[in-house]
């Protein structure tokens, strides 16, 4: 298996330090690009009317922006393990301002396809490379730059409904183009990140220190893997059936107001920030197998009352979900890092791709569900995926190996 320069630079060039400004500066970055990409989803309720959308139309936007995130991530990972690039972040962020663009003035469907597919081929770009440079800042507590990095990315996906809310649904479509200004200082800052990823990793000597093996046999990786891919699929497919069609679920069932569905959505999203800026400094104390049974198991019995409540049950059993659902990312992100050291954009890239694969995959089959069966059928269906969780059992202990 190829080895890094980048993923071994940790043991290169030791970081005595966590530097917290290079993480920030990345979490605002994720906080730019996933705010932008909530867009998307956060304007369905308009391209539905716009357009004339079935649901299915609208969950083929979200596999056609996921699935070329998801298919380009593990790729570019495994190509910058082998060939650093440090200014491939502002690239990645350049395709993200074109889609931004092209979806403000997109005169059909087709052409919304075309901007969330270069979307997609932004978020590609960006997250690996992203989360390769948040590991090498995190001064040995993996856990926590991880989730510095990933709560930008998060509260970028919570803003994005509140400002669809506030912008777009009163001024239209071609309003996302002033959210294109967020495009151009991601790259700004991006490239700065660069510069420091070029200076301090890649224009030094390299040194011949070995890579840390892995604490595990080949075979119990490859099990492991498989373990943590389960556990991924069933987040991800659960927070498909909220990204894509909880606003229509609270609109059809409850007859509230497009705003405020938005404002229930973003109450989710604020929740899953809130669980991803603890999640990783949990699992850096306590063991990231612990935090990733809990996680994804523990919010069984919420979902599974969830279809059966009223509106103000509603918004607080979302925020509960949301908030432990969402600790679960980063502690799986780095576990499987620490099962393979020296392919951390190779495991980024996996792990982000597969992420957003599935949420794709899950917006276009439960829209079909919704079609055919009605949106209620889809959170009774739900409900039940959490219970995967109980894979988590099958992971090797490692906690010998925390930060």
């Excluded at 690039?85 to 003035?105: D, N, Q, R």
């Excluded at 420091?196 to 093996?213: C, E, G, M, Q, S």
């Excluded at 943590?228 to 069933?234: A, C, E, K, T």
Aim: proline share 5%; glycine share 10%; net charge positive.
């Amino acid at each position: 298996m190829a080895k890094s320069f980048a993923a071994d630079s940790p043991a290169i060039v030791p970081v005595v330090q966590t530097r917290f400004n290079l993480l920030g500066a990345l979490s605002f970055s994720h906080f730019l690009n996933d705010m932008m990409q909530s867009l998307i989803v956060s304007i369905y309720p308009l391209l539905k009317g716009e357009f004339h959308l079935s649901f299915v139309q609208i969950g083929a936007i979200t596999l056609t922006y996921q699935a070329c995130a998801s298919l380009l991530q593990p790729l570019i990972g495994v190509y910058t393990d082998k060939h650093p690039k440090p200014y491939s972040l502002s690239v990645g962020m350049c395709f993200t301002l074109i889609g931004m663009v092209t979806l403000a003035w997109a005169p059909n469907y087709t052409s919304v396809l075309a901007a969330a597919a270069l979307i997609g081929a932004g978020s590609a770009i960006f997250h690996p490379e992203s989360s390769r440079i948040a590991r090498l800042a995190s001064g040995g507590r993996h856990g926590l730059a991880q989730s510095i990095f990933q709560v930008g990315g998060n509260a970028g996906s919570a803003t994005g409904p509140l400002l669809a809310a506030w912008v777009i649904l009163p001024h239209g479509q071609a309003s996302l183009a002033w959210f294109a200004i967020a495009a151009v200082l991601a790259i700004a800052v991006l490239a700065r990140v660069g510069a420091w990823y070029k200076t301090h990793h890649i224009d030094r000597p390299k040194a011949l220190h070995p890579v840390t093996p892995s604490p595990v046999s080949p075979a119990r990786v490859r099990w492991s893997i498989i373990v943590l891919v389960l556990l991924i699929f069933s987040k991800y497919f659960y927070v498909a059936s909220i990204t894509s069609y909880f606003s229509f679920y609270l609109i059809e069932k409850f007859h509230v107001s497009v705003r405020s569905a938005q404002v229930h959505l973003f109450v989710f999203l604020l929740a899953m920030a809130l669980g991803t800026l603890f999640g990783g400094p949990l699992g850096d104390r306590i063991g990231r197998k612990r935090v990733i049974w809990v996680s994804i198991l523990g919010i069984a019995p919420f979902t599974l009352l969830l279809p059966h409540v009223d509106l103000m049950w509603v918004g607080i059993l979302t925020f509960v979900i949301g908030l432990i659902l969402s600790s679960a990312f980063s502690a799986i992100v780095v576990f499987a890092q620490e099962l393979m050291p020296g392919n951390v954009g190779a495991v980024s890239g996996l792990f982000f791709g597969f992420a957003f694969g599935i949420g794709g995959i899950g917006a276009a089959v439960l829209g079909g569900l919704a079609d055919t069966r009605g949106i209620e059928f889809v959170y009774r269906i739900c409900a039940y995926l959490p219970l995967l969780g109980m894979v988590a059992a099958f992971l090797p202990n490692i906690e010998h190996r925390k930060s």
